[in-house]
């Protein structure tokens, strides 16, 4: 890939694969998808499991405001702002449940930036956690 470079944030939690934090191409910063995971813990805040998977303690609104530290820290590794984000993709595993949270939340941080925003409902994803956002942002030369 010509002119394209690579970003991982030490300080973010680490990706669940091969594929790094972001990658920056001219001015354009696309972020990988990033969760609620604790980038110290490793664990997602306000979830607790069963042994047998059910949930014991769910707070979404603990993975929004983690989900929103963690692109936070990627921008910041990758020399940008939270001014900085063009766009937002969010995944929510249980739209009804959990859109009037995130929206509530989601404006609290995105008050003054206001990036193009897209919302989808999923099955799952990879991890037990019940969002995950995708950002494009724009940075200086």
Same mark, same amino acid.
């Given at each position: 890939m010509s002119n394209s470079e690579k970003i991982?944030? *030490?300080k973010?939690?680490?990706p669940v694969g091969l594929y790094p934090h972001a990658?920056?191409? /001219?001015?354009?910063?696309?972020l *990988?998808?990033? /969760?609620?995971r604790?980038?110290?813990?490793n664990g997602v805040p306000g979830l607790t499991l069963s042994k047998s998977g059910n949930y014991e303690v769910f707070d979404f609104a603990a993975q929004c405001h983690s989900v929103f530290k963690n692109v936070q820290l990627v921008l910041e590794a990758s020399g940008a702002s939270w001014d900085s984000l063009v766009d937002v993709t969010v995944f929510l595993t249980d739209m009804k449940r959990d859109f009037g949270t995130y929206n509530k939340i989601y404006a609290e941080y995105f008050k003054d930036a206001q990036p193009c925003r897209t919302t989808v409902g999923i099955d799952s994803l990879p991890t037990p956690i019940a969002i995950e956002l995708k950002c494009i942002a724009v940075v200086g030369d």
């Amino acid at each position: 890939m010509s002119n394209s470079e690579k970003i991982d944030a *030490s300080k973010a939690p680490k990706p669940v694969g091969l594929y790094p934090h972001a990658r920056r191409v /001219g001015n354009l910063l696309f972020l *990988s998808g990033i /969760g609620p995971r604790d980038p110290e813990t490793n664990g997602v805040p306000g979830l607790t499991l069963s042994k047998s998977g059910n949930y014991e303690v769910f707070d979404f609104a603990a993975q929004c405001h983690s989900v929103f530290k963690n692109v936070q820290l990627v921008l910041e590794a990758s020399g940008a702002s939270w001014d900085s984000l063009v766009d937002v993709t969010v995944f929510l595993t249980d739209m009804k449940r959990d859109f009037g949270t995130y929206n509530k939340i989601y404006a609290e941080y995105f008050k003054d930036a206001q990036p193009c925003r897209t919302t989808v409902g999923i099955d799952s994803l990879p991890t037990p956690i019940a969002i995950e956002l995708k950002c494009i942002a724009v940075v200086g030369d």
